[in-house]
């Protein structure tokens, strides 16, 4: 199958608007696959288990932001960073305080981010950020300190190690990218191979509320999500248009919780090009963190995956 051009997805009129692309468009994203391996091949086949964004409501990314998708050839052609064999370990970067129940478990979240990337990932030292010189305001809606995120990207850029493929910052702080933004999640320098992630959101005491059993589950869930999403975009892969997926973008936290904890073919090819796993492995190993963690809906979603891939092995697409 040739590949088709990526699809114009905006409408023009009194407002623009977002029209989901079609089937032969999402399978010209993925790319050519009948020459991969059977079982890569397999995994990238879409089938009905993956559902088509939704048309987005007024507050929503996809309405405010014009995205025309990126297709797989068109990630291979950015050229992006890849692991080597001497640059392959995520380092994560906690910043400022991380006491015990401060923030989601690093350990788990140091086992998450292994089983998604399938690489060796350690935690450093949290760094004091007393003496990192960082520009930090009040935000003027919720009163809450934040960082800026230019200044900690510079910042991790300058301490990166030297066998790190990328260094990503992780904080219980809110962030802000500009003077002009209200708040950000996260913000990666792809090029550059560092990010940062606040998990701040994600923490009911955010919002004046107390912490109940269930909140810390929750917590961890988003966070995996907010960490997963942005160390991607240091792979080079942008927001995603072809399906729901893991990598559509999110105007607010409701747009986030919405949004899978998996890749859509698109994505996983896109990943799997860059660091060389096996798909299925790497399903299995995804599918244990969420029955361990509790994340019953991924951890389902996972084994169905898993059966329908085992089936096409054995019958055939």
Same mark, same amino acid.
């Given at each position: 199958m040739?590949a088709l051009?990526a699809?114009?997805?905006?409408?023009?009129?009194?407002?623009m608007?977002?029209v989901?692309p079609?089937?032969?468009?999402?399978l010209?994203?993925?790319?050519?696959?009948?020459?991969l391996?059977e079982?890569?091949r397999?995994?990238l086949?879409p089938?009905?288990d993956?559902?088509?964004?939704p048309a987005p409501g @007024?507050?929503?990314?996809?309405?405010?932001h014009?995205e025309a998708?990126?297709?797989?050839?068109?990630?291979?052609?950015?050229r992006?960073?890849r692991?080597?064999?001497?640059?392959k370990?995520?380092?994560?970067? @906690?910043l400022?305080?991380?006491?015990?129940d401060e923030?989601?478990?690093?350990g788990q979240?140091?086992?998450?981010?292994?089983?998604?990337f399938r690489?060796d990932?350690?935690?450093?030292?949290?760094?004091?950020?007393?003496?990192?010189?960082i520009?930090?305001?009040r935000n @003027?809606?919720s009163?809450q300190?934040?960082?800026?995120?230019s200044?900690?990207?510079?910042?991790l850029?300058q301490?990166?190690?030297?066998?790190?493929?990328a260094l990503l910052g992780?904080?219980m702080?809110?962030? $802000?990218?500009?003077p002009?933004?209200n708040f950000v999640f996260?913000?990666?320098?792809p090029?550059?191979?560092?990010?940062? $992630?606040?998990?701040?959101?994600?923490?009911?005491?955010?919002?004046?509320?107390?912490?109940?059993?269930?909140?810390?589950?929750?917590?961890?869930?988003?966070s995996c999500?907010?960490?997963?999403?942005?160390?991607?975009?240091?792979f080079?892969i942008?927001?995603?248009i072809?399906?729901?997926?893991?990598?559509?973008g999110?105007?607010?936290?409701g747009?986030?919780?919405?949004?899978?904890?998996?890749?859509?073919?698109?994505?996983?090819?896109?990943?799997q090009?860059?660091i060389?796993?096996?798909?299925?492995?790497?399903?299995?190993?995804?599918?244990?963190f969420y029955r361990?963690a509790?994340?019953?809906?991924?951890?389902?979603?996972?084994?169905?995956?898993?059966q329908?891939?085992?089936?096409?092995?054995r019958?055939?697409p």
């Open positions: 040739s051009p699809a114009i997805l905006w409408v023009s009129g009194m407002e608007r977002f989901p079609t089937h032969a468009q999402q010209a994203a993925i790319g050519p696959i009948s020459e391996p079982a890569l397999r995994a086949e089938g009905g993956f559902r088509p964004v @007024p507050g929503d990314w996809l309405a405010n014009q998708g990126q297709t797989f050839l068109q990630f291979v052609n950015l992006p960073n692991p080597s064999a001497h640059r370990m995520l380092y994560l970067q @906690p400022g305080s991380w006491e015990q923030g989601p478990p690093l979240l140091r086992q998450f981010t292994a089983a998604f690489l990932v350690s935690v450093l030292p949290a760094l004091d950020l007393a003496k990192a010189h520009t930090s305001r @003027p809606r009163g300190a934040q960082l800026l995120t200044d900690i990207l510079n910042l850029e301490r990166m190690p030297v066998d790190a493929f992780i904080t702080l809110d962030l $802000y990218p500009d002009n933004w996260g913000q990666a320098s090029r550059d191979r560092v990010g940062v $992630y606040s998990f701040s959101r994600y923490d009911p005491r955010f919002y004046g509320q107390g912490r109940s059993q269930d909140s810390h589950g929750l917590m961890l869930w988003r999500k907010v960490l997963a999403h942005e160390t991607s975009h240091m080079g942008e927001h995603c072809w399906y729901r997926c893991l990598m559509n999110s105007n607010h936290l747009e986030a919780d919405a949004r899978p904890l998996h890749l859509c073919p698109v994505d996983l090819r896109k990943l090009w860059s060389g796993f096996d798909a299925a492995e790497r399903y299995w190993v995804l599918c244990d361990r509790g994340f019953d809906d991924e951890a389902r979603w996972m084994e169905e995956w898993i329908t891939i085992g089936a096409r092995g019958n055939g």
